[in-house]
């Protein structure tokens, strides 16, 4: 018989509309799989864990991370997304070795482990040789976490990979062959631990022919397209999604990241043709992509994930976006309710809630990821991607409302025990990997790529001390 785990007593907020939050609940997993929720189950010969007071959580899915730039974390606290284009992509990029994607990828994956993030969308823009991608999905797999390996393209230069030689668009395609050999080789089947997808630039970065190459691509291999749009006026005066449409290239489970600029037209177009969204609010905001328009995506039906895009800039766990999405989303709000000139006495109408919020960072990202049939909420059947967070820490007790804790108290620190397909990989707040030979391999990779770039204006000295 499978190994069993029985979790109980836990506050269960369990994102399945059929089982709601169950408070004094409990959780039997067998083998890599939720077995059942309820009250009062027993399981003679499970390794029972008491959760009491504590509050399960599926694992969170962060929908779009370029995982590579771990090795190079917070190297650009103070950039935009104009000078980030310039000073990680044009810079660093063309340096990194495959070794470098291995140690960023394994210690990216690993934070995702510690913060409670089972799933991880990883955004691997750093195909610069074949040797690249299997760096890349060795350092996923030795994680032990469920990702998405979206394989994307090479990042050698602006000019070659964005913009295009004349600035009119990139003449550059994935590699077709070689993402074939990556499917063949690694995702033969759907149902891993890692799954495939496809990272591609569109329209307004590329060149007609390169995008319908890419997106019919992405057709024969079977696997969803995750791409950039509406960032800042990358595609805004343009239009990327109308640019899509008028190639007939807008297909199912497609998602757009950032979308912050999206016209009503082209909203339209995302729910019309089943596709979705990725949010980076801390990025979004801070870096100037735009608003992250979680309350257009909801309001017209279109799945919401967030996401951390970047650790060059921020912190990349999803207490993060849950805050700065909470924040932005309801202070967008209000503003609008300053310039309707309410009395002050009237709330804000429409806000958004905690409970949406949860929902995004959980089984909404799963749609987003194109995984919600195996994970995103506690239900029998699903995987078994589960989180305790701590209900007795300092910061949050004492608990009224458990989605409240985990939305507006909790931080990593409270990430008790993390379970990702059925087995534990964190309990009792510490990582059941070992951390000195990854970390000594990013720290390396880290002292390589910063010994290989000129200084960047805003950098302390401590990297080069
Ligand atoms: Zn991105």
């Known amino acids: 018989m499978a190994e069993r785990i029985l979790i109980r007593g836990a506050y269960v907020l369990s994102q399945d509309p059929a089982i709601g939050e ?32 504590d509050i399960l959580i599926p694992g969170f899915i962060d929908t779009h991370r370029h995982t590579w730039e771990t090795s190079i974390r917070t190297c650009a606290p103070d950039y935009a997304l104009v000078t980030y284009f310039s000073g990680i992509l044009d810079n660093f990029a063309p340096k990194y070795r495959p070794e470098d994607v291995y140690a960023a990828n394994l210690w990216g994956a690993l934070e995702c482990a510690n913060a409670g993030i089972t799933t991880l969308v990883d955004w691997s823009h750093i195909i ?7 760096a890349g999905i060795q350092g996923l797999q030795e994680s032990g976490i469920r990702s998405v390996y979206a394989y994307g393209f090479g990042n050698t230069s ?6 295009g030689p004349d ?29 495939m997808g496809l990272a591609t630039r569109g329209t307004n970065f590329c060149k007609p022919d390169v995008v319908r190459f890419e997106w019919e691509l992405a057709k024969e291999l079977g696997v969803n397209i995750t791409v950039h749009v509406a960032m800042d006026r990358f595609g805004y005066t343009k239009g990327q999604l109308t640019g899509l449409r008028d190639m007939d290239l807008l297909y199912p489970n497609t998602t757009y990241v950032h979308s912050s600029h999206l016209t009503d037209e082209e909203w339209l177009l995302v729910r019309d043709s089943g596709g979705n969204v990725s949010l980076a609010p801390q990025i979004e905001l801070q870096m100037g992509h735009g608003w992250a328009p979680a309350q257009k995506a909801e309001e017209l ?82 995987k ?54 990854p970390r000594k391999a990013v720290e390396e990779s880290r002292d390589y790529l910063v010994s290989k770039v000129e200084p960047q204006a805003g950098w302390a000295v401590a990297a080069r001390a």
Not at 158 to 163: H, N, P, R, T
Not at 306 to 329: G, K
Not at 399 to 411: H, L
Request: some cysteine; aromatic content about 4%.
């Open 22 to 53: 169950v408070l004094g609940g409990d959780v039997l997993i067998e083998g890599d799989t939720i077995a059942q929720v309820g009250k009062g189950l027993s399981a003679a010969d499970a390794q029972v864990i008491d959760a009491t007071g």
């Open 384 to 437: 078994a991607d589960l989180v305790i967070i701590d209900g007795h820490a300092v910061n949050v007790a004492p608990i009224i409302d458990p989605v409240a804790a985990v939305v507006c108290a909790a931080d990593i620190s409270n990430v008790d025990t993390v379970i990702v397909d059925g087995r534990i990989v964190k309990s009792g707040g510490k990582l059941h990997a070992s951390l000195d030979g």
């Open 128 to 134: 610069n040789t074949p040797a690249h991608a299997d």
């Open 301 to 382: 039906g279109i799945p919401v994930g967030l996401s951390s895009d970047v650790a060059t800039t921020a912190s990349a766990d999803q207490f993060t976006q849950m805050h700065a999405i909470f924040a932005s989303e309801r202070g967008r709000r209000h503003a609008a309710s300053w310039d309707e000139n309410l009395d002050g006495l009237t709330p804000t109408p429409d806000l958004i809630s905690c409970r949406q919020v949860l929902r995004w960072a959980t089984i909404d990202g799963a749609k987003v990821a194109g995984i919600a049939d195996r994970t995103g909420s506690i239900t029998p059947g699903k």
């Open 167 to 195: 600035y009119t668009g990139s003449v550059e395609r994935i590699d077709g062959a070689d993402a074939r050999r990556i499917r063949q080789q690694y995702f033969s089947s759907d149902d891993g631990l890692i799954t």
């Open 158 to 163: 602006l000019q070659a990979w964005w913009f």
